[in-house]
């Protein structure tokens, strides 16, 4: 198959491989841009914002188009592709990227064919704890479709495999005005993949596997691979999912290795088709990468998603390692709650997901979402999204100018409740680099109600609250540093409309939200009127217990790692050095209990911290003045903002216990422009047995 990308070689793996040399000039009038790219390690959330006033109520909140499982199993086709698109608060579209999908059972699909203009997340999926995920994923992404404005086109003779942004005095401002190189800048490749953020499942080949790279092949026909995917889910759940390449169907492996082959054979190199040397070559790497018993990095068209849901509960569940031969009982399970998936390929992350390519993906369980429902009969479910939507990074085009936060793609949606009603809120912080803080609900000046509406936290990263969490609240907003919503974190919020004040038919409420360095601007806004209804909230004493294997870790830790996060005059760093490919920065043991102080630098910037597959617990955080130490029953997060350096560095101390899963994963900031350009390590758990014997 043919792609018009330019090669540069890079190791990996100790091996040469082919990038796409991505590079593109954009030409940009005025020296003024120069200047203000020389002095922008000032992030741009540091920009100040007026206090917005209250707004009259927009439109309604779009509702998400859902795929909801069925008999135990997810069954979907989600794929990536390019749209035309108008981006906020502009006047042309412009050609993006998307993530589709379809339900398999009813053949439902979204975005809806007829919604030609919206900015839209991907479908939102929804499965239940135990169920088999079986997703069909394909990349469609046609780069032709982008021409010479588009973030695929290359040049020949381009620099370095990184995006380029000249003006027309020849000042570069990307990468060179930065000083990032490959692979440790923003490259917009089309290449595609898929993070499931927030579950805890093998990081490995067909589980969540961000080392994947599926380039892409809008020519390749979904029958062509259903019938070998359809075998892999059959297999997955009968208990005995493919560990390895050679595990696959041989028909489907032979197919790979022919698209590989063709890819090779037609991939230009240096501006001449066809001349790719051996060494570059993609499928002579998927060989070595086989040999050595790993799943290999590259395909092309389309990748199964195959996994089991963990259920704690469930005596017969078993985790499958990559390398065992026989699977074990869980130590751990899935939390359900509010969890969410975006495309992760290093060094395309941020673009990719200025353009949308993220969902939500809700998993319901008895111990949460049942018992909250039970507690509070017709509770309705608002399903949210936070994103920022751009063409490019705006920092590499000059730009200061904070993309606007959209809420299921609309900027300051409306949200109708009657009084006294109970809702729950699932917010998804999708953002690129918005660490923001939910400040709470204020009333519209001219629509005067007796309260505000009243809303309690009930999880944190898709993880319930114990119920004396629940009780304390210690997410809420004010001194307390713990309370930010930063890029990956996720919160789910019971809210409560107010009664209206006599002789009053209708109030409206805007929920503020500051982002770092800035000041409170309404996300949405909540209307009531109609008819009240009598609903409780939910109180410490009857709130749903969290399962036992989200009790606090009391374990002792084995070994306590401190793990150092910069952003000074060498760019996004950890340990003070960017990601290194193919390099393990950090091993450990299944099982094992660590302790870890994450420490940041950084004077204009927290740094929220994610680490894949097991979330960790907060023991302390210091935000350069005042320790906070985190009172028991200990909240469970996946990420967590590293509070930036005042009158010393800011640190935050955490826990975890790495079960159930060996693998390699990663690491990294979420503010994912810092990801892209070095702020991430690549990570592994490796088994704590061994077959070497002495005899």
Wanted: hydrophobic share 40%.
């Amino acid at each position: 198959m043919t792609d018009p990308v330019d090669q540069k070689a890079v190791r990996l793996g100790g091996v040469n491989v082919p990038v796409p040399r991505l590079a593109r000039r954009h030409f940009l009038a005025g020296t003024a841009v120069a200047l203000a790219l020389a002095v922008f390690g000032v992030r741009r959330s540091l920009v100040p914002e007026a206090r917005a006033q209250p707004l009259a109520p927009g439109p309604a909140l779009r509702q998400i188009g859902e795929i909801r499982s069925a008999g135990g199993r997810l069954q979907a086709v989600l794929g990536s592709a390019n749209i035309q698109r108008r981006l906020p608060n502009a006047t042309e579209t412009k050609t993006l990227r998307h993530f589709w999908g379809r339900d398999v059972l009813t053949g439902a699909v979204w975005p809806p064919p007829n919604d030609r203009e919206a900015m839209n997340p991907g479908p939102t999926l929804r499965a239940r704890v135990g169920d088999f995920v079986e997703i069909k994923f394909f990349n469609q992404i046609d780069v032709s479709a982008f021409g010479d404005d588009g973030i695929d086109h290359a040049e020949t003779g381009a620099q370095n495999g990184c995006e380029i942004f000249t003006m027309v005095d020849g000042f570069q401002i990307y990468p060179e005005g930065f000083g990032d190189s490959f692979p440790n800048c923003f490259h917009g490749s089309s290449t595609t993949n898929v993070h499931f953020h927030g579950f805890h499942v093998s990081p490995d080949g067909l589980g969540d596997n961000v080392l994947l790279k599926l380039r892409p092949n809008p020519r390749l026909k979904e029958e062509e691979v259903s019938g070998f995917f359809d075998g892999i889910f059959e297999r997955t759940r009968r208990g005995d999912p493919p560990r390895n390449w050679g595990d696959l169907s041989p028909g489907l492996t032979a197919l790979q290795e022919k698209m590989l082959a063709a890819y090779d054979d037609a991939a230009v190199w240096h501006g001449e088709p066809g001349a790719l040397p051996t060494a570059n070559r993609l499928l002579p790497l998927l060989k070595e990468q086989v040999a050595a018993g790993l799943w290999p990095q590259f395909e092309i068209g389309a990748h199964p998603f195959s996994f089991q849901i963990p259920n704690f509960a469930d005596p017969d569940a078993t985790a499958h390692h990559h390398d065992a031969a026989a699977a074990e009982p869980f130590v751990a399970g899935q939390a359900p709650g509010t969890h969410w998936y975006h495309t992760h390929v290093h060094g395309s992350t941020a673009i990719n997901m200025y353009h949308g390519m993220a969902g939500v993906f809700v998993v319901e369980g008895e111990s949460y979402d049942d018992k909250l429902k039970a507690l509070l009969p017709g509770l309705v479910e608002q399903v949210m999204i936070v994103q920022q939507f751009a063409e490019f990074p705006p920092m590499i085009v000059g730009s200061s100018e904070l993309p606007v936060l959209t809420v299921n793609g609309q900027a300051h949606p409306m949200i109708a409740m009657r009084p006294g009603e109970v809702q729950l809120w699932r917010l998804v912080n999708g953002s690129v680099d918005s660490i923001c803080k939910i400040v709470g609900f204020r009333a519209d000046d001219d629509m005067p109600a007796d309260t505000l509406p009243e809303w309690k936290q009930t999880a944190q990263d898709g993880i319930q609250f114990d119920p004396a969490t629940y009780k304390v609240q210690p997410f809420s907003a004010g001194g307390n540093p713990l309370s930010n919503f930063a890029p990956g974190n996720r919160i789910d919020l019971l809210v409560k409309a107010p009664a209206l004040a006599s002789g009053t038919l209708s109030a409206a409420f805007a929920l503020d939200v500051t982002r770092e360095g800035s000041g409170a601007n309404p996300l949405l806004t909540l209307t009531v009127s109609g008819e009240p209804v009598e609903m409780r909230l939910p109180t410490g004493a009857n709130f749903p217990p969290r399962p036992g294997f989200l009790d606090d870790i009391t374990d002792e830790p084995r070994i306590a790692r401190k793990i150092t996060f910069s952003e000074d005059g060498n760019g996004p760093q950890i340990d003070g050095h960017h990601f290194a490919d193919g390099e393990y920065d950090q091993t450990m043991i299944l099982g094992d209990t660590e302790d870890w102080t994450l420490v940041n630098t950084t004077t204009t910037a927290s740094h929220p911290f994610h680490i894949h597959v097991n979330p960790f617990q907060v023991l302390e955080i210091f935000d350069g003045k005042t320790l906070y130490e985190v009172p028991t029953p200990r909240p469970w997060q996946d990420t967590v903002a590293i509070p930036l350096r005042t009158d010393a560095n800011g640190y935050v101390k955490i826990r975890h216990r790495f079960d159930d899963f060996a693998g390699s994963f990663v690491l990294h900031c979420h503010i994912l422009e810092h990801e892209d350009r070095g702020m991430m390590q690549l990570v592994r758990v490796i088994p704590k047995t061994s077959v070497a014997r002495h005899h």
